[in-house]
């Protein structure tokens, strides 16, 4: 798995429950990390539901192979973010990937050791919901190559934050640090009268960081300018950089490469 | 198996995706049946992320065993919803089922076969994210007995849909019969000016209902009331009978009640 030793920074972004935004916070960290010059890889290790493709616009593309390894599908002209996924070795979109865990655990490790990431900042991994046979082999596989952490995503309600508490327990069990936690969808502004509502509930995610005493790295409000860009694979730090999210995502990047001591 | 040739019918909730909603719908249509005069039980196989027993506020309670098996823990005097869940076994609610696949589909088989459920009218699966261990283990183990099918959760976003239709591909890899599909979150209405907004989007679920030749069974629209009645327990049909979300859900239960042409 030598290819990994030239990443400088490995982050694992995770939640034990599915749908709070991992996927979003992978691509918006990874847009914003860019915006801010730096060199990014992507691995999606979400097998059987892979959405970094579709939103980073990169559906019908193919991975190519060079001496190396695999070359990553990169998103920009100058190859500065480049994404892995087995997005895009499926015949068609709609394409089940029905493994079990041994099959999925080989993929994952390939993917570890095979892909020419070539001198990346950041690799960003996301995963699936979840505990189980992707992050364990993920966290096996990182031993060793000294990772950032784990980020945690959230939503503010009980539930995904009970879920987030069990994903603590196995990142203590594992070993792996914990760069900090994001509360997304914290609260929604109404494009008609401006006024703001706390749909699924507020502010969870910043007392369970106090209360475990990890770094709470923001709030990332609901914003339809979100979801759509992520839909149509376009890049809203560009195309809506006053948007409430944006604002919100560029907070938590700039606490980011604040943790950064080692890069000028 | 035989605890499950008592059993009357078998819907078994799937969402590729996480976080769309797969067990406020497994609650709801629950409540919704029970509220009819069913007989329910209610089997939680998400096993990193069991989050049934929080939206029923069962979380302190413990599994007993009879002669019979193990019995389902009911939500209510009369004993007609009965839930099981690896949350009942866990020592706290923060503790992580760090676990490959082998030990994951060893629970559910158990589960399966050991559960006392005695004559429910139906028994709801409620799923985890994906189409993997758990879901292969749980088809499995239903063959031979007659299951009605899969209801499909999706909210309206593309991203969600694409993860559906990799659900429906494994529906008929599988040979589980589709009951039909819900659209969650579909619109938001602001509590403030009352216009509606589609926050993540519009109609995704419909469209791919009528590409795929699928049952609709209906769209439940954002309602923090809904929310909030599964972060505490309380059962939103008799707290809320007229909020939004509680009429769309009354609408897919009739639906499928009328589905039951077995039942008086």
């Known amino acids: ?62 991975i190519h192979q060079c001496n190396e390894g695999w070359l990553p599908v990169y998103v920009d002209k100058d190859q500065r973010i480049g994404v892995m996924s087995i997005g895009f070795l499926l015949g068609s979109a709609d394409d089940a990937v029905v493994w ?3 099959k999925k655990n080989a993929m994952i490790k390939q993917f570890l050791s095979d892909v020419y990431w070539q001198d990346v900042d950041y690799l960003i991994i996301d995963t699936p919901p979840g ?7 993920v966290m096996e596989s990182l031993r060793g190559y000294n990772p950032d952490g784990a980020i ?35 609260g929604y502004v109404c494009p008609h009268c401006a006024e703001c509502t706390n749909i699924f509930s507020k502010g969870g995610g910043q007392a369970l960081a106090e209360q475990t005493d990890i770094s709470f790295l923001g709030s990332i409000p609901i914003d339809s300018n979100l979801t759509l860009s992520l839909d149509t694979g376009v890049n809203i730090l560009e195309a809506n950089p006053r948007s409430p999210a944006v604002r919100a995502i ?13 890069l000028p």
Chains 1, 2 share one sequence.
């Open 1 to 62: 798995m030598n290819h990994l030793s030239s990443v400088k920074h490995v982050i694992v972004i995770l939640s034990g429950k599915g749908g709070v935004g991992k996927s979003t916070m992978a691509v918006q960290i990874a847009l914003g990390l860019h915006a801010a010059g730096k060199k990014i890889g992507i691995l999606d290790v979400d097998l059987c539901g892979p959405s970094i493709p579709k939103m980073f616009n990169l559906e019908s593309r193919d």
């Open 100 to 102: 079990r865990g041994p």
């Open 131 to 137: 505990t189980s046979d992707e992050h364990i082999t």
């Open 152 to 186: 945690l995503v959230t939503t503010p309600q009980a539930v995904a934050v009970g879920d987030v508490r069990r994903e603590l327990t196995f990142c203590r069990k594992t070993g792996i640090p914990v760069v900090g936690l994001v509360e997304n969808m914290s």
């Open 250 to 262: 560029n907070h938590i990047v700039k606490k980011l490469i604040a943790l950064d001591k080692d």
